[in-house]
C-alpha cells in the first residue's frame, strides 16, 4: 500500500495529545496503523506530552495514596512484566484493527444501506458520549459526488478502491483531512467500488446549499 | 491544601527513569516503583485537574496510570521515547478510558502494532536523550501563542473546535498555530538526524 496523503500535522498533535473525539481518533490510528511515517511522527509528537508532564504543576498525592498504590500492586504480582499484551490477531484482510472492533466481521460482511444511486453507507457504534460519528461509504465506480464544501471537521479514510478530485488521487490508506474551506466533487476511478471511512462531526452541521442535499450522503 | 502533609519528589529522581523502570520490569523492584510514583504521581494528578478532574478523581487516575506502569513496565521501549512521555500516554489512554468510555480502543490497538515492529524508529539510548532535551527547548521556545494552543491540547484535553471557542479564534487560526509548533519542533529535531 503506497500512502500518498496523510492527516493534517494539526490533527497528529491533537491525536498525540488524546484531544481527538473517538470517531476521529479512531479514523486517524486506522490510518497510523498501515502508515511508518505518521507512526514515527507520532512518537515524536509524545515526546512533547513528555515534556509538559514534566513542567506541569505538580498536586501533592494524599499521605496514603502510596501506600494504598503499593498494597494493589501485591493483586498484579503475578502477572509478569514482560508480559505482550494480547491482539486481535484474527483482523479481515483490508481492515485496519482500530477498524475491526468495530466491524462484526470483514467488508463483505456490512449490512449496506443505499442512500443515492450508487452511494451505500453503514454508520458505526459509538459511545453515548461520542460528539463525532463514523460511517462508512460505498460508492460505485463512476459515481460523482456533487461538487461541495464541508461543515466543520472531517476525515476520509480510504479503505478499498479509490477516487480522485481537486486535490489528488485518493487509494487505499490515504487520508483526506479537509478544513471547512475546501470544495471538491470527487469521482471514484477505481474499477471497483470506493470503500471509505469518514469521521464527521455530530450533529453534522452542513453548510450551504450542497451541504443540506448531501447531508443524507454524508462524507467524502 | 489541608493539613495532610504533601508527598514530596526528591530532584535528581528523573536522571534515571530508565533505570527504574527497567528495575521494575525486570526484579519487581517496589523502591524503583515507589521512587517513580513519587516523581511521577504528582504530576499526572495534576494533569488530570487540569484536565477537569476533580482532586480525588485526580488522584484515583493517577494512582491507576503508576498501576499500569507497574504492570506494564516490561512494555517500554527506551528507543521509542522518553519515560515521561511513555507515562504521558499511559495517563492520556486513561483519560480517554475513564472519562469517555470509547467504543474503540485506537490507542492501544496502535501500541500493539508498535510492540510487533520493534526498534521499528530505532535509536540509541544517547540520542533519545538529546531529543528529550531538545523537544523540552523547543517547547520553551515557542512563541507563548503557539504554545498555549500545544499546552491546552496536551494538558487541557481540548478539542481543536474548543480551543477555538476558548481563545476567540477561528479554527483555521487554531490549526495552524499547532502546524507551526509542530515544524518548530521538526526542525529542531533535525539536528540531530
Ligand atoms: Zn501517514
Ligand atoms: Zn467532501
Redesign the pocket.
Known sequence: MTIVHHPDNATLVSYAAGSLDEGFATLVAAHIASCDACRAALNEIEVVGGALLDTVEASPMSPSSLDRTLSLLDEHADAPAERVEPRAKDTPPGVPRPLARLLKGGLDDIAWKTVAPGVAKHVLPASKTARSRLTLLRIAPGTK?PD???GGM?L?LVLEGSYR?VFGRFGPGDI?D?DEH???Q?VVDSPEACICLVATEAPTRFKGFFGRL?QPIV?? | MNAAQPLVSCPEDNLDDRALVARVARHRDREAFQRLFLHFGPRIKGLMIRSGSDADTAEDLAQEVMLTLWRKAGLYAPERGTVSAWVFTIARNVRIDRLRRQSSRPYEDIADLQLEAPGASGEEETEMRQRERLVGQALADLPAEQRRVVELSFVEDMPQAEIATALGLPLGTVKSRMRLAYAKLRERLETVK
Request: glycine share 12%; hydrophobic share 40%.
Open positions: 459526488i461541495h464544501g464541508h472531517e476520509t478530485d483526506a479537509l475546501a470544495e471538491h470527487p448531501l462524507g467524502i
